[in-house]
């Protein structure tokens, strides 16, 4: 596509993409932000602060949301990165957006990688505490109706008896 003319069309443009890559670069700050602040609530078992975490997680995600409807909008409808609009603007509007829209595209890939992390440490968390409480179901079951594995083996009879003498 070429490059826009210099308009006020154009001109326009550019604030809105500017208050949209500003805004979402915001948004992505303040994910990282909460990605930190779970790693550590993960590291001290602090499960409300986890919980804590997952809530503005979820109230970023719909604002992440809501960004990207107005840049769907911004490009006319059309599933076309922002980077595609700055590139049709007029270089004295685009030089300041590309700068912005690289700045949003290094935090995004910085949040996918550390909210990856986040997702493989709680993973390991889970099953380390699935394996303790194996372990602890196994040693504490008198029927032997556990398997190996700490969980209930249904091919095991259990043997069981009521005394009704008083």
Do not use: F, K, N, W
């Not at 968390?125 to 109706?145: C, E, F, K, N, P």
């Amino acid at each position: 596509m070429p490059p826009a003319h210099s308009t006020p069309e154009a001109s326009e443009l550019a604030r809105e993409a500017q208050r949209l890559l500003t805004e979402l670069v915001d948004a992505y700050t303040a994910l990282s932000a909460v990605g930190r602040e779970q790693r550590m609530c993960l590291a001290r078992a602090d499960g409300a602060g986890v919980e804590r975490c997952a809530q503005r997680q979820l109230v970023l995600a719909q604002r992440v949301a809501e960004l990207d409807h107005r840049r769907q909008a911004l490009c006319g409808g059309r599933a076309v990165p922002i980077s595609a609009l700055v590139e049709r603007l007029p270089a004295a509007s685009s030089g300041p957006l590309r700068e912005l829209t690289a700045r949003a595209r290094e935090l995004i890939a910085r949040v996918g990688r550390e909210y990856r992390v986040v997702h493989q440490a709680t993973r390991s968390l889970l099953s380390h505490m699935d394996g303790v409480v194996q372990q602890v179901a196994r040693r504490l079951s008198q029927t032997g109706a556990y398997g190996p594995g700490g969980r209930i083996d249904p091919a095991r009879a259990v043997a069981g008896g009521l005394d009704m003498t008083l």
